[in-house]
Each structure stands twice: as C-alpha cells, then as structure tokens.
C-alpha cells in the first residue's frame, strides 16, 4: 500500500480515439512531438516528473537565491554529505551537466572509458571528450529472459581484457551506472561495487558512480543480497557509493526533484578543477545552474529517497506493473528493473521486420489504443545495433495510482490483440543518428 496521501490533484484527460489518431499524426509517430496534454498516463520517463512532497515544497518556499554563498546550497551540500558520503560538492542544472563538468576534466583524447551500459548522455560527453566509450554488461544482461539477481552488473573481466589490449594507462576512469538504465533498469550487486573498486585500483583509474537511481539500487542489495538482507536502506545506499571516488548525479531522479544534478568528489584538486568547469558551464559553485529553491527541494528529497517506506512503495509498484502486464500476455524484460517496465516490442508484435520498427510501432499503437506514453529504446533509439527491441514504461515517482496502471495493462493488452502488422519507415531525420528517437519523423507502412 501506499505510504502517502496526495494532496494535489492534477486533472489528465484520455482524448477520443480519433483525436488521439490525429495527435498521432501529426507528431510524426514520433511521442517526443506529443503535448503533455494530449497524453493520458506518460511513462515517457521517470526524469523529473514525479510529485514532490510535503516537506519539499515547504523546503522550496524557504530557497535562498543568493548568487554566491547560498543557505540552500548548504543545505545540499549537508544532505549529499550525510544521504551520499561525499563532502565536495559541485551543483549543476541536471545530470548531463554533471557529466559535462566530471567527464571534462576526466577524460582526453584517446581515452578509453569502460561502464556497465553507458546512457546516451554519457556516452556522448565521454566521446564529446575524445574518448571512447566502451559497454561492459555481464553475458546474461541482453537476454531478456535470462534470471539472475543483478544483471545490471559490470562485468569486470572484460575490462581487465580491454586493459590488456590498450594499456591500462588509456583508461582514467571506470564508470558503474546504478540501477543500469540502458540495460533496463537492472540492479548492481554491492560484491561488484566491490570488485569495481579494486578493478580501478589496478588500473590507477577513477572510479565513477553514476548515482542517478542509487537509492533504488540499495534497494535491490537489501532483498537480493544476503549479507545486507538486516540492513536498513540508508545504509546500503551510502556504503555503495563509498567506494567510488567521484560521483554523477541527477537529481531528477532519485534526488526526487523536478530540475537539478551534481558533481561529488573526494579528490580536493579535482574538486578545483571540476568547479573551475562548471563556472564555465553550469554557474558559480553554490548553485550551477540551479534555483536556490531547487537545491532547497533536492536537499530534503535525497533523505526521503533512502527510507524504506518510500522505497518499498515505489520499487512495488513498477514490479506489479511488470506482473500484471505479465499475466494478460504482455512480453517484458524479466527480472523487472528498479523504475520502469521494458515490454519486449520485437515478440509482441512478431510479424513486423525489424526495418519497420515493431518498438517504434507499439510505442504509437499503445497511445492509440490508450493515450499512454511509453519510449522505444531499440532499433530506432539505437540504430545499427542488435539490441533486443524494447519499449520503456518508465514510473514517474509517486505520480500515478493502480487504476492508472491496469489501464496501461489493458492498453497493452489490447495492441496485443490487434495483431498489427503496419509497421513505420522514417521520412524525415536529424544529422545525428544517434539522436534521431527525440525529432525524426515517420509514418506507416
Ligand atoms: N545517467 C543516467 C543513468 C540517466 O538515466 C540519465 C537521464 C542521465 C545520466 C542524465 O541525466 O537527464 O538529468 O541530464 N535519464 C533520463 C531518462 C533522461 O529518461 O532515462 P539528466
């Protein structure tokens, strides 16, 4: 059950069919050029949109603006110090600004950078740097079917092979996404936190924590991981990150705020180098690109995400999603992940050739069928890669309700029904392939 009450209604409204047909269209069947508006339940992403609480909005009355020097600063600063373990902490507008500042100083030309699964945005500021990104998933992470605990894991073999290969003195960094989102949303093992760190030792690189969805991490260590089976949540959390010696993070996340990220170190002459950036880029160092209420409201809402009742809430509630989407026949990831439901698209809807983008097409079939508002991530999202074929349900936080839920179920369930065969083909595309899923256009075929 719930360990909350909502007491701020936001009215959403499931158009007529034609109209969302219409919607459909002229966004192109592309749900990035959708209006929030025409959108009934938006699982586009768990980034920013969940509902903030009580204490966060007092919090945020309470901001201080101050250029240089502000209270709510502080107040971050205190709270990553006592959730996160990290004294040194440098604010930016969100997680890819943080990524900008740490990878920046980080990583140069002809570098090399090992993680788990890099997100887009990380993948994109170590190559914007002239490194070379390089995926490490464990062997079972890629078959959706396959069990395993933490298939979000690194798999640190493969990158004391790549070391062998390149030198070790190639790669700076090695980085640990947790939960992995590209890797839908699978959780990391404290014992590979562990095994990261010596890995890093041995290399002399930096150890790097992407700390965006670390709280949900935790845990999945608490009920996976039998020697962390007692420990309160809070705990975990902070003992994952102690072994890193910088993090990433966005607060839009598991900060539990709308806006917001920040760059943690321990090393003081990084700290040096990483503000010097982030002046450049993100702001002066006691607020980088945020609003002092913002801070305010990060502040308070990294201590509510390391509490088990939250936590127990949310993790629960994406897991039901998965069950129920289950029982009515709807292929998905398996185990499910920590903030979202990945639905396998390519066996949902078998008789579309991969050309024709069955994870596009369901994407749109699920806003006909229901005005809900899911994200491909695999052929379109990835070209040129053989991802399995998966669309995203991400869960805003404490956002949407059970009967929000089965609708989405029902909504699956009946694209499933329909037996579409339509795919789409793409009509009009950005110069970057690699970001064509947020504008290109397509249409039916
Ligand atoms: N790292 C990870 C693992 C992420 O999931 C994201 C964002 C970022 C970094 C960048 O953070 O958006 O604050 O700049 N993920 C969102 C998503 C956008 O929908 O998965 P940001």
Excluded at 37 to 47: A, G, K, M, Q, R
Excluded at 174 to 194: D, I, K, R
Aim: hydrophobic fraction near 40%.
């Amino acid at each position: 059950m719930r360990s909350y009450k909502s007491t701020m209604a936001t009215p959403i409204r499931l158009l007529p069919r034609e109209k969302r047909e219409r919607c459909l269209e002229e966004a192109g069947y592309n749900v990035f050029n959708l209006a929030a508006e025409d959108v009934f339940v938006d699982l586009l992403t768990d980034s920013g949109t969940g509902t903030m609480s009580d204490a966060q909005w007092a919090a945020m009355v309470r901001g201080d603006e101050a250029y240089a020097g502000s209270r709510s600063f502080e107040h971050l600063r205190e709270a990553v110090s006592e959730v996160m373990g990290f004294e040194r902490v440098v604010p930016t507008h969100q997680g890819r600004g943080a990524e900008n500042v740490l990878y920046g100083v980080l990583i140069g030309e002809g570098d090399v950078v090992p993680n788990n699964t890099h997100f887009d945005t990380t993948r994109a500021h170590i190559a914007e740097n002239g490194g070379d990104p390089v995926d490490c998933p464990i062997e079972s992470a890629d078959d959706p079917d396959a069990e395993g605990a933490f298939k979000g894991n690194l798999d640190v073999e493969s990158v004391r092979t790549i070391a062998e290969d390149v030198g070790a003195e190639r790669i700076p960094a090695v980085v640990l996404t947790l939960t992995n989102n590209s890797m839908a949303g699978q959780p990391v093992s404290m014992a590979n936190v562990e095994e990261t760190r010596e890995l890093a030792d041995e290399l002399d690189a930096a150890f790097v924590i992407d700390a965006c969805r670390f709280a949900e991490n935790a845990r999945f260590v608490q009920r996976r991981e039998d020697a962390h089976a007692d420990r309160p949540v809070a705990e975990i959390a902070r003992e994952q990150l102690s072994y890193a010696d910088a993090l990433v993070m966005s607060g839009k996340k598991d900060g539990l705020s709308n806006a917001g990220g920040f760059v943690a170190v321990r090393d003081p002459d990084l700290f040096e180098r990483a503000k010097q950036r982030a002046i450049l880029y993100e702001g002066f160092p006691t607020y980088g690109g945020m609003a002092g209420r913002d801070m305010a409201a990060m502040a308070v809402g990294l201590r509510e995400a390391v509490t088990g009742e939250y936590l127990e809430t949310r993790i629960r509630q994406v897991e039901r999603l998965g069950e129920r989407l289950r029982e009515e026949g709807v292929p998905i990831y398996t185990p499910v992940g920590g903030h979202a439901v990945y639905v396998h698209a390519g066996r949902a809807l078998p008789e579309i050739p991969l050309k024709a983008f069955p994870g596009q097409t369901f994407v749109c079939e699920l806003y006909r069928e229901g005005g809900v508002r899911g994200v491909e991530l695999g052929s379109f999202a990835f070209p040129g890669t053989d991802r399995p074929e998966l669309v995203r349900l991400a869960l805003p936080r404490r956002t949407y309700h059970d009967e929000h839920l089965e609708h989405v179920v029902e909504s699956a369930k009946a694209v499933m029904d329909r037996h579409v065969t339509d795919g789409l083909e793409i009509v009009d595309e950005p110069d970057n392939e690699a970001l064509r899923h947020f504008s290109a256009e397509l249409r039916p075929v």
